[in-house]
C-alpha cells in the first residue's frame, strides 16, 4: 500500500512564502496538490507527471505556485510564492498509478493527510 505524507504547512502573512513537501512511497505516478477550504468542495492545486516534464495550475495560483519532483527522493514539492489569504486551506498530496496528470480526485489512488496553510492579511 502505498503511503503519503505532506509537511511543510504553517501559519504566514500576506505576500509570504512556503514550501510543501511530499513523500510517497509508490513510483511512476504522477503526483498531484489539491487543497479544501472549510466549507468548500476540495480542489486541483497542481499536478506534475512522473517525467516532470508536464505540468499543471489551476487558474487561481499560477505566476504563484511551483511544482516540482524528485523521484530519486520520492519527494514532491509545491513551492508557494506572494500567498494570499483566499489561499487558506488544508492542503493534500496525492498520488496516481499512472504517469500522466489529472485534475479529478477520482484519479489519485493514495492521499495524504494534509498540511494546513494559513495565510494572515
Known amino acids: 500500500q502505498v503511503q503519503v505524507m505532506e509537511s511543510g504547512g504553517g501559519l504566514v502573512q500576506a505576500g509570504e512564502s512556503l514550501t510543501l513537501s511530499c513523500t510517497a512511497s509508490g513510483d511512476n505516478g504522477a503526483m498531484g496538490w489539491f487543497r479544501q477550504a472549510p466549507g468548500k468542495e476540495r480542489e486541483a492545486v497542481s499536478c506534475?507527471?512522473?517525467?516532470?516534464?508536464?505540468?499543471y495550475y489551476t487558474d487561481s495560483v499560477k505566476g504563484r505556485f511551483t511544482v516540482s519532483r524528485n523521484n530519486s527522493k520520492n519527494t514532491l514539492y509545491l513551492r508557494m510564492d506572494s500567498l494570499k489569504p483566499e489561499d487558506t486551506a488544508m492542503y493534500y498530496c496525492?498520488?496516481?498509478?499512472?504517469?500522466?496528470?489529472?485534475?479529478?480526485?477520482?484519479?489519485?489512488?493514495?492521499w495524504g493527510q494534509g498540511t494546513q496553510v494559513t495565510v494572515s492579511s
Open positions: 496525492a498520488q496516481r498509478e499512472y504517469p500522466g496528470c489529472s485534475r479529478a480526485r477520482s484519479a489519485y489512488k493514495a
Open positions: 506534475i507527471t512522473w517525467g516532470g516534464t508536464i505540468t
